[in-house]
């Protein structure tokens, strides 16, 4: 993969071949991954209960049999969104979007600035000098946390791990109500005018705007791209994957049906407040935790419960706080903390109520 | 020539620095190369995204580790 980065561009007769040859390549991976993706269920069965001395109907065969389902489902679906949604990163960087945004107002600006979260190339442990980068450039503070809070919140693991495993309704409601907390509370954040609430060395921070030569990409460019994005977060989550799934199995096959429905129930008002405490100091990624929430709602738990719980494990985390503070005084901390949690409350009460 | 790598110590960071230390030894390129952990002189760069990496001053790549022949050609110039 490597050799490809560096092919001459002016070679436009080299570009091409590599072009139909990466066609190519790309529709048989799709055929092959079609092909194994549908024999799975079978694969599974046969591996618990033919190859393995586990007897059919038991509590160990359901639980074996959804881990040897789940893991390679879930990773080759992994496979397919991150490399998607690689290319697709290709197209934005956050200079870009920071010019994009500097110029928005208010409200529009939080709307943008959500969307724009989603899809800008990003990690967290680059949140600070993005938030400098944004502040100093004159985007609003409440828009700027609009960006922060979806960044992680709305993940495209999490969306492609859903509507697989869950469908596209729910992968649809966690994008929806995602956005509008993002949207809502940077909106709420902005209103509050606590500028003065970021640490004083920020604004005074001269940054000095170095230029650099934009790179021009071509399509083989993205591919590979999307190939490192492939490499980089499947080798970085797939021991999060495989845990979330054992503890999914765990639960799927031992826990009698309808316990959840009287923990993470409709019916308890206080099940959604829970599953926020318990979910807030929870550190996992997305990829980690979906198995676990596929697990929970079969076994009766509420959707507005289980989405609660998800978002907060993934959307408020300590480490990421820590960060934060480095730019941002308690006080703010702690009303952006507030606010993503009251966001988030209020998704799971609807949910609760609506379905 | 200087090298600068601003990181404030995650993963990346570190490999970025590495990556960049092989190059120069293999190249034998003769290069002073400098760690920027400091969150606030990271800032001062007006970088966007760490890992960057700067090389005398004009920034090369930010937010992501480049590859080791894209390194090769900016300390080559």
Redesign the interface.
């Known amino acids: 993969m490597e050799s490809k980065t560096t092919l001459p561009v002016q070679n436009g007769g080299k570009i091409n071949k590599m072009m139909a040859l990466n066609l190519l390549m790309g529709a048989i991976g799709i055929y092959l991954w079609w092909t194994i993706y549908r024999v799975l269920p079978d694969l599974s069965k046969w591996l618990t209960y033919n190859l393995l001395p586990i007897k059919e109907g038991s509590h160990l065969g359901s639980s074996v049999e959804f881990f040897f389902y789940d893991t390679p489902k879930v990773m080759m679906l992994l496979f397919l969104v991150v490399f998607g949604v690689g290319i697709l990163r290709s197209f934005f960087t956050p200079e870009k979007t920071r010019a994009f945004l500097s110029g928005k107002s208010e409200f529009v600006g939080n709307i943008f600035a959500a969307l724009l979260g989603i899809i800008t190339p990003f990690c967290s442990c680059s949140a600070v000098p993005l938030f400098i980068g944004f502040v100093t450039a004159g985007v609003p503070l409440g828009v700027t946390f609009s960006f922060l809070i979806a960044a992680p919140m709305v993940n495209e693991i999490a969306l492609g791990l859903l509507y697989g495993l869950l469908g596209w309704k729910v992968a649809a409601i966690y994008l929806g109500t995602g956005l509008f907390i993002a949207i809502s509370a940077g909106w709420v954040i902005g209103r509050l005018k606590l500028e003065n609430h970021v640490e004083d060395w920020v604004t005074q921070a001269n940054a000095v705007n170095l230029t650099m030569e934009e790179e021009k990409l071509t399509w083989n460019d993205r591919f590979v791209y999307g190939w490192d994005a492939v490499k980089e977060i499947i080798g970085r989550v797939w021991i999060y994957v495989i845990l979330g799934i054992a503890v999914g199995a765990g639960i799927h096959g031992f826990v009698p049906e309808g316990v959840m429905a009287s923990i993470m129930g409709k019916d308890s008002w206080w099940s959604v407040p829970l599953s926020v405490v318990i979910g807030v100091p929870m550190y996992s990624n997305a990829a980690g935790v979906i198995p676990v929430v596929e697990a929970l709602l079969g076994k009766g738990a509420a959707l507005g419960s289980v989405l609660a719980f998800m978002m907060s494990v993934i959307a408020l985390s300590l480490p990421e706080m820590v960060i934060l503070r480095k730019v941002l005084k308690p006080k703010l901390i702690a009303v952006f903390v507030g606010v993503v949690a009251c966001g988030i409350l209020f998704v799971g009460y609807l949910f609760n109520m609506i379905l | 020539m200087e090298i600068k790598v601003l ?2 110590g ?1 993963a ?2 570190k490999k970025t620095e590495k990556l960049v230390q092989e190059v120069i030894k293999e190249a034998g390129i003769d290069a002073k190369v400098e760690k920027v952990s400091d ?2 002189q ?9 890992p960057s990496v ?1 090389v005398d ?4 790549c ?3 580790v480049p ?4 390194i090769l050609s900016w300390l080559q110039k």
Do not use: H, L, N, R
Request: aromatic share 8%; charged share 20%.
């Open positions: 990181g404030p995650c990346k960071c969150m606030m990271i800032a001062s760069y007006g970088v966007f995204g760490t700067i001053g004009q920034v090369k930010t937010g992501k590859k080791k022949a894209d």
